[in-house]
């Protein structure tokens, strides 16, 4: 072992690190995995990650890309040993080009220090995961995340326009470009987006940006204990074009939790409806909410929102009822399901019949303008029950028409359950992909594809 860190620390220029506290940091992400790493690399720069690849080729060991380690289904915890690659120093927006509306950033860009540098150029980046004030551009390209905001701009995936990366080969690719449009046959772009560290590791990425709205507040809405969700769902998504950019559902015991944070003012024991609306003056965010209201009273939602001047404010307060939630339940289910929103009260029905079932309480909130909601379950996620927990649930998303994974990917948790989704020939063509990036399968093994015949 010693004449392997040895090696390692010989064939690359940045900092090797293989202490007990630095394997703890790296060891997990925001799920409930273990994994057991040898060492720690922080790579110089994009030739000393070739370095790094060419080394682990050469002694067969796997190498674990890594930004700020909050995933939630173990995309980023070294599962099969080896070496985590540390991208979060790499945090530095090299270039904003204001008139192409283009960011060029590191990896390891944290998405709070890059909408902080937008903001002085009126421009932002719109995807915005709940862990926007830690997680990474690299992370993000890693699991195409979202957040509240992908009801009105989409995930990551739209809103890259280019990247660098090092395949497991060792050679050095850019994908994309600056031009606006390109036709030139199935986008390797598009492909590397999603692939959790299994293809390449990404050394730069250039981001597309929208005009920062100059108000973005936020509603927070009661809504009708026990009510159908779907209409409310497809009444608010008809009305995407009034500047609504967020459509948040949180249930009775979720909204229970957010209750708690101090400068929440909204305070009624039932299910809550968080919207976000972006607006150029006040005269329009007026209208726009009136608006709002009208298509809200159309479908039985009759109570007069509270209004956050600052979107940033409540979702700040949602963050913290999160964490709230994690202490209460610590590790358990947390599923990431995205169903038609004509088959949300369905897939609602069916995740509290497991609830019932199993004797475990459900914590449902999630993006409902998208369908996608994310139950949380009070369950040991490795228990046998919460093994049936985690299959019932996603077998009720895919009978209603949905996904597995909405935005959190698909990790070392959720491999198992990838081929009843895109069938056998579409594991076939990724595990294609796979043996032309990564011919001696060191980036990230055990994630994304089904392990047994890896
Ligand atoms: C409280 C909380 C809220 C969250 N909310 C959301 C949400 O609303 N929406 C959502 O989509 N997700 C959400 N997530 C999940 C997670 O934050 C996102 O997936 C995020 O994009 C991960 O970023 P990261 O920097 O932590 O990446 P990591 O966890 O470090 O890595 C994620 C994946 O990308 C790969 N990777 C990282 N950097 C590179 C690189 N340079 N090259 C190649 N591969 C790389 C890793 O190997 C891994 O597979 C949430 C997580 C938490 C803890």
């Known amino acids: 072992m010693t004449d392997l860190l040895n090696s390692l620390t010989r064939a690359v220029h940045g900092v090797v690190r293989s202490d007990a506290a630095e394997i703890l940091r790296v060891d997990h992400d925001a799920s409930h995995l273990t994994g057991h790493a040898l060492a720690v690399v922080a790579p110089r720069d994009p030739d000393d990650v070739v370095a790094l690849v060419r080394w682990a080729r050469e002694h067969g060991v796997p190498l674990v890309p890594r930004g700020a380690g909050t995933s939630l289904d173990g995309e980023s915890v070294p599962m099969a040993g080896g070496v985590v690659v540390d991208l979060s120093g790499w945090n530095r927006v090299m270039e904003i080009l204001e008139d192409e509306r283009l960011a060029r950033v590191g990896p390891g860009t944290v998405n709070r220090d890059l909408q902080a540098a937008l903001a002085p150029h009126g421009l932002f980046f719109p995807p915005n995961p709940g862990s926007w004030t830690v997680s990474t551009i690299g992370g993000h390209v890693g699991t195409n995340a979202s957040g509240p905001r992908s009801f009105r701009y989409g995930p990551t995936r739209s809103w890259v326009r280019s990247l660098e990366a090092v395949l497991g080969t060792g050679e050095r690719v850019g994908w994309g470009g600056r031009a606006a449009k390109r ?33 973005r507040e936020a509603l927070v809405v009661d809504l009708p204990d026990g009510g159908p969700l779907a209409p409310v769902a497809a009444a608010l998504a008809r009305a995407r074009g009034t500047g609504l950019a967020a459509v948040e559902y949180l249930d009775r015991a979720c909204a229970a939790e957010l209750a708690g944070p101090q400068g929440f003012d909204h305070r009624r024991d039932g299910p809550l409806l968080l919207l976000e609306i972006e607006a150029e003056d006040l005269t329009e965010a007026r209208a726009r909410r009136e608006r709002v209201g009208e298509v809200l009273r159309r479908v039985g939602v009759v109570t007069e929102p509270t209004v956050y001047d600052d979107a940033d404010v409540l979702w700040t307060l949602r963050g913290r009822a999160g964490v709230a939630l994690d202490e209460r339940l610590g590790h358990r289910i947390r599923e990431d399901v995205a169903v038609p929103l004509a088959a949300i009260d369905p897939l609602v029905v069916e995740l509290e019949r497991i609830s019932a079932l199993e004797h475990v309480p459900l914590y449902l909130f999630g993006h409902l303008g998208e369908g996608n909601l994310h139950p949380n379950y009070a369950v040991d996620p490795e228990s046998s029950s919460g093994l049936r927990v985690r299959a019932a649930v996603l077998a009720a998303s895919s009978a209603l028409g949905g996904t597995i994974s909405a935005e959190h990917g698909i990790g070392a948790i959720k491999a198992p359950f990838l081929e009843r989704e895109i069938g056998t020939p579409g594991v076939e063509v990724l595990r294609a992909l796979k043996r032309v990036c990564d011919p001696d399968g060191i980036l990230n093994p055990g994630k994304l594809y089904p392990s047994p015949r890896e």
Do not use: Q
């Open 183 to 215: 036709a030139v046959g199935p986008d390797l772009l598009s492909l590397f987006v999603g692939s959790e560290g299994t293809l390449g590791i990404t050394t730069e990425v250039t981001v597309r940006l929208a005009p920062l709205p100059a108000i």
